[in-house]
């Protein structure tokens, strides 16, 4: 795998850090890229109303102001999926995660500065998903919420250090994000804006992409990070492995019960049921 993924062990953007010059944790080493990270999200966010309104016009400005406020919340999840899947590529090629056969104990007690630069960005992010989960409660529901706050432990918790190395393999589930977006936009934007075969090709991508990805990869990934974890148990607190075996186990089980929703509503599609834009806003509750 080393041949199909670059090794950077720098870490680009550690120079501008304000403060201070000689960081005693990675916290104090990568605080500014988790900050940068949170605030480049917020105005993303933030001003993807203004561009829709001027774009968009009626397309945007009809729809209802807790389905504008989901828009801004896709639309900020795509540039996500971009920023996760160059991240994702670059960091798969970390040496602690390929030679993890030789040694699983530096799979998750190694450390780069890219590895931690890659934590730093995706948990300012996370943390910008737990505050959208929050203030938009009504529309996002607990599940949302739950997998924030998760997703925002996993990977904060490469500052310790502790699965770092990991951060790349669980970024790929983002890949099955940009399916579940378009998707969201298919059904919420007006009749018209996607075309009929282009709603289904998404919905099979994405069911194919989320079943490989999340479910297959998924359990596949947790089970030989667990086998890794065995072989460090002594060097960590025990509650931090538990917590995190626990709380990836219960989102792969969300992940099944998302993929046995989107199988169903499939299955409804199949049968003529619903129609094609009626099953793609059946979908929307999935992430």
């Not at 460090?232 to 969300?254: A, F, H, Y």
């Amino acid at each position: 795998m080393s041949l199909l993924f670059p090794t950077v062990i720098l870490d680009p953007f550690e120079k501008y850090r304000p403060f201070p010059e000689n960081p005693t944790n990675l916290i104090e080493a990568h605080w500014h890229e988790i900050a940068a990270s949170f605030a480049f999200y917020f105005v993303v966010q933030n001003f993807t109303r203004p561009v829709a309104k001027a774009f968009m016009k009626d397309k945007y400005t009809l729809l209802s102001k807790g389905v504008q406020a989901d828009f801004d919340v896709h639309v900020t999840s795509m540039v996500q999926c971009v920023v996760s899947i160059v991240l994702l590529v670059i960091h798969l090629g970390n040496p602690h995660f390929q030679n993890r056969l030789n040694d699983p104990v530096g799979s998750l007690l190694g450390t780069t500065p890219f590895g931690a630069m890659t934590c730093a960005v995706t948990t300012g992010y996370f943390i910008w998903d737990l505050y959208v989960c929050l203030r938009y409660y009504s529309i996002f529901g607990p599940g949302f919420l739950f997998h924030a706050i998760a997703a925002m432990f996993a990977f904060a918790c490469g500052f310790i250090p502790y699965c770092q190395p990991w951060a790349g393999a669980f970024l790929t589930f983002e890949l099955s994000t940009p399916f579940v977006n378009l998707n969201w936009f298919a059904s919420h934007l007006p009749a018209g804006t996607f075309s009929e075969k282009f709603i289904v090709i998404n919905g099979l991508s994405l069911i194919i992409v989320f079943f490989f990805v999340r479910i297959v990869w998924g359990l596949y990934a947790i089970s030989q990070m667990a086998v890794d974890m065995l072989s460090s148990l002594d060097q960590v607190n025990k509650l931090v492995p538990l917590v995190i075996l626990s709380t990836n186990s219960l989102l792969n089980v969300l992940n099944m019960y998302w993929f046995y929703k989107m199988i169903r509503i499939a299955k409804k599609k199949a049968r003529g049921v619903k129609s094609t834009r009626q099953a793609a806003k059946e979908a929307e509750k999935i992430e």
